[in-house]
């Protein structure tokens, strides 16, 4: 029987699992509203709301075998909270699973990148209204504005993309034009459309290995108003749907960052438990499709 409060249809132990939940209920480098500690529990609530069955796919949530290792404990600081979380995400990597997070402010990432055991040979698509690219931010250089620089700085420049931007500071700009991180703005997304802008994306990143980073402010706040920083003009539900979808055949680990349930009716964390869902139909699709008939 599975256990209340964790992910729906999360069924599988450990051992049989293909895709790993986990939780952090951090927030304490939150710069405007706090509360995405409240994130992973308001995710798996939500994903109650759901049918088992994916109308798209034809699978069933059920029949694929997901394990929920529920929260982990609250940190009294980032840096505690980077390695705890790097402990604890490196052992679903090395068993050969489908790590999936839920923060959480978007601190809780670049340790989730920093425990895959080959960086050299991961890519990885950063969704954000933020570019998230500042040495150090409040005198913490583990802030959540800084946690796509800290990903740089495992993986390498050239195997980050930032997509949906549309909110950033002249000093990211000016220490960019030196590092070379690429990025796509949200603005770009309007003008050229969501299909052509995610394979730009894609192609980019020359790894055969790409983990997906969502903070949940890269969605337009009429979507997803329940976040610690909203910025308008953003992605649309749909739009980050195509990207996982189009991401699936190399896609290694996803995250879900900044869902701060207070400030709606649910609306956002729904979406979150939907999207994480998709995550895991869109790879297991894709896997089906390639073994021998």
Known sequence: MQRPGTFADANADWDDARFVVLGVP??????????????????????WNFESYDLETGLDLAD????????????????????????????????????ITFGGDH??????????????????????????????YLGDPRSHGCSARRIVER???????????RSVSAEEISDNKQIGMSFVTAHEIAREGIDSAV????????????????????????YAGATGTPEPFGLTPRDVKTVLQQAAPR????????????????????????????AIVRVTADQNSRRPS
């Open 64 to 99: 694929i075998p997901t394990h929920d290792l529920g929260n982990m404990e609250e940190f009294g600081s980032a840096q505690v909270m980077v390695d705890g979380v790097r402990e604890a995400v490196a052992p679903i990597y090395a068993a050969g699973k489908f790590p």
């Open 251 to 278: 896609l290694c680990g996803f995250d879900i960052m900044e869902v701060s349930p207070p400030y709606d009716q649910g609306n956002t964390s729904v979406l979150a438990a939907r999207l994480a869902r998709e």
């Open 199 to 222: 394979q730009r994306a894609l192609n980019m990143l020359k790894t055969d290995h790409i983990y997906i980073s969502l903070d949940i402010d890269a969605i337009d706040p009429a």
């Open 26 to 47: 951090f927030d304490r480098t939150t710069s405007f509203r706090p509360g995405a500690r409240f994130g992973p529990d308001a995710i798996r609530q939500h994903s």
């Open 155 to 165: 993986v390498g420049a050239r195997n980050v993309v930032v997509l949906g931007v």
């Open 107 to 136: 601190a809780c990432s670049p340790p989730c990148v920093e425990a895959y055991p080959k960086p050299d040979e991961l890519g990885v698509l950063y969704l954000d209204a933020h570019m998230d690219f500042r040495s150090s």
